[in-house]
C-alpha cells in the first residue's frame, strides 16, 4: 500500500459506483487501501437503482447459498450503522407455497436452512392466512426466512461511497474508463489512472471492456404503488418463482412484492432474455400484474405510481464472476450478479479484499472464480 499517493496513482481503481463498486470502495479503503472509484453516471443509478432490493439468502446450489448467507451476515452487522434512507426493513421473506407439490419444496428449504442455523418457520394454511390476511385463500402454505430482509439500494450505494470519501477515496465522478489493462485505467477524457490493482463493477456493460464474457442483460419490470402500510407484512414470493429464475430462454413472471418502509409496495417480478430494449413491455407488465393479482385479489384496488426496466447482468451458471480477469493480470471482475447483486455485494467486496490482501476469506473463492468454465445446455 503507498504511503504518499502520487497524482492519479492509487492502489485500487475500480469502475463503476452501483453497490458493488460501492460495497467494494468501503471495504477496500477500511482495509489501509488507496481506492479511486470511476462513475459515469449517477452513484447507483445502473442495475442497483432497478432493484427490489431483497437481501436474501437462496439455495440454488451450495455456492449461491454461501455467498448470498455470508453476505446477509454482514449487511445484519451494518445495519446499526445505516442510515435512514437505506430504510432497511427486516421483514423477512415468505415463499408461498399455491400446492401440496410447493409444500413438498416448503418442506426440503425448511430442512436445508434448518440445517444450516437460519432460522425460518414453515406455515400450513392457516397460518399463512394470519401471516398475510390479504393473501387469497386456498393457498396450501409458506416458509418464512426471518433474517432476509429489504433496503433502498441507490441509497446504500451512496451511503457506501460517502464513507469511502470520507477515508481518502476520490471519486470520479461523470468520467467513464474506456480501458484496463495492468496497472493502469484510462478514463474517456484520456487522464490514466495507476493502481497495482483495477476493479470492474460495471453491471451489464462488462462487454465493453472485456468482449467475450459470459455475461447477458436479462431484463426485469417493476412497479411501485402509493402508501399501504399493513398491506403486506413480508416480503412475499412465489415458489414458482425459481422456475422463472431459472428459465434462460423464454420470458417469464412470478408474483413478488415487497413492503417498504414508506408503506408503498414493489411489485414484480419478470426476467426477459434477449431484450436489451429499456422500455415497458406492456405485454410483460400485464402478465406480472395478472400473476400477481393472482396470489394477492385485494391488489387490484391499490393505486401504482410507477413502472420501470432494469437489467440484471446474467452468467450461465448463475454466480457471479468475482477475481481476477482471465488474460488480464492485474484487472478484476466483480459482475454477473444477476437479480442478487444488491444481496451479495458486501460478500463480493470482502472476498476480492482478501484476495488482494492475499488472505482466506470465510467461504471458498472459486466457484466465483472468472477463469471457471460454464457448461451450456
Ligand atoms: C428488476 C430487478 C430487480 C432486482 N431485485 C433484486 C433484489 O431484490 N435483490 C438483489 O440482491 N438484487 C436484485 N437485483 C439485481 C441487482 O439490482 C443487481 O445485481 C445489482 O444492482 C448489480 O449492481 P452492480 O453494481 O454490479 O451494477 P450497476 O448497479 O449496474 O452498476 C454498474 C455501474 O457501472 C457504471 N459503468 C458502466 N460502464 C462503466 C465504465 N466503462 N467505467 C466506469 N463505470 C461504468 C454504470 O454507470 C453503473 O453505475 C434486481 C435487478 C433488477 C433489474
Given at each position: 500500500m503507498t504511503q504518499i499517493r502520487q497524482e492519479n496513482s492509487f492502489d485500487i481503481v475500480i469502475a463503476g459506483a452501483g453497490i458493488v463498486g460501492a460495497s467494494c470502495a468501503a471495504e477496500f479503503v477500511r482495509n489501509g487501501f488507496e481506492v479511486a472509484i470511476v462513475e459515469p453516471s449517477e452513484i447507483g443509478g445502473g442495475a442497483t437503482a432497478a432493484g427490489m432490493g431483497h437481501l436474501a439468502v437462496m439455495d440454488d446450489s451450495p455456492a449461491q447459498f454461501a455467498l448470498t448467507s455470508y453476505s446477509q451476515s454482514l449487511w445484519r452487522d451494518l445495519v446499526p450503522e445505516?442510515?435512514?434512507?437505506?430504510?432497511?426493513?427486516?421483514?423477512g421473506s415468505l415463499w408461498v407455497a399455491a400446492d401440496e407439490m410447493e409444500m413438498d419444496e416448503v418442506r426440503r428449504k425448511y430442512g436445508y436452512y434448518t440445517q444450516r442455523n437460519l432460522p425460518v418457520e414453515m406455515l400450513d394454511e392457516k397460518s399463512l392466512a394470519e401471516a398475510e390476511p390479504n393473501l387469497r385463500s386456498g393457498l396450501a402454505g409458506g416458509l418464512v426466512l426471518k433474517n432476509d430482509s429489504v433496503v433502498y439500494p441507490p441509497c446504500a450505494a451512496r451511503y457506501f461511497v460517502s464513507e469511502a470519501q470520507k477515508s481518502g477515496t476520490v471519486l470520479f465522478l461523470g468520467r467513464r474508463i474506456v480501458k484496463a489493462k495492468q496497472g493502469s485505467a484510462t478514463l474517456d477524457d484520456g487522464t490514466t489512472l495507476f493502481a497495482s490493482n483495477i476493479v470492474l463493477a460495471t453491471g451489464t456493460a462488462i462487454g465493453k471492456l472485456v468482449?467475450?464474457?459470459?455475461v447477458h442483460p436479462r431484463k426485469g419490470q417493476l412497479l411501485i404503488t402509493d402508501r399501504y402500510p399493513g398491506f403486506v407484512n413480508h416480503q412475499l414470493i412465489e415458489l414458482g418463482y425459481l422456475k422463472s429464475a431459472h428459465s434462460v430462454q423464454s420470458d417469464s413472471v412470478a408474483f413478488n412484492v415487497q413492503p417498504r418502509k414508506t408503506g408503498q409496495l414493489l411489485i414484480g417480478s419478470s426476467r426477459q432474455y434477449g431484450n436489451e430494449d429499456p422500455v415497458i413491455d406492456d405485454t410483460v407488465m400485464s402478465k406480472m400484474l395478472r400473476r400477481a393479482i393472482g396470489y394477492?385479489?385485494?391488489?387490484?384496488s391499490v393505486s401504482a405510481i410507477r413502472g420501470w426496466t432494469g437489467f440484471r447482468a446474467a452468467t450461465p451458471d448463475k454466480l457471479p464472476l468475482i477475481g481476477e480477469c482471465p488474460d488480464l493480470p492485474g484487472v478484476y471482475l466483480a459482475t454477473g450478479h444477476e437479480g442478487l447483486g444488491i444481496s451479495t455485494s458486501l460478500a463480493t467486496a470482502k472476498l476480492l479484499c482478501d484476495l488482494f490482501l492475499n488472505r482466506d476469506s470465510a467461504?471458498?473463492?472459486?466457484?466465483?472464480?472468472?477463469?471457471r468454465t460454464f457448461a451450456h445446455a
Open positions: 445505516l442510515p435512514q434512507d437505506v430504510e432497511y426493513l427486516p421483514c468482449p467475450g464474457l459470459d394477492m385479489p385485494a391488489l387490484r467461504i471458498p473463492r472459486d466457484p466465483y472464480s472468472p477463469s
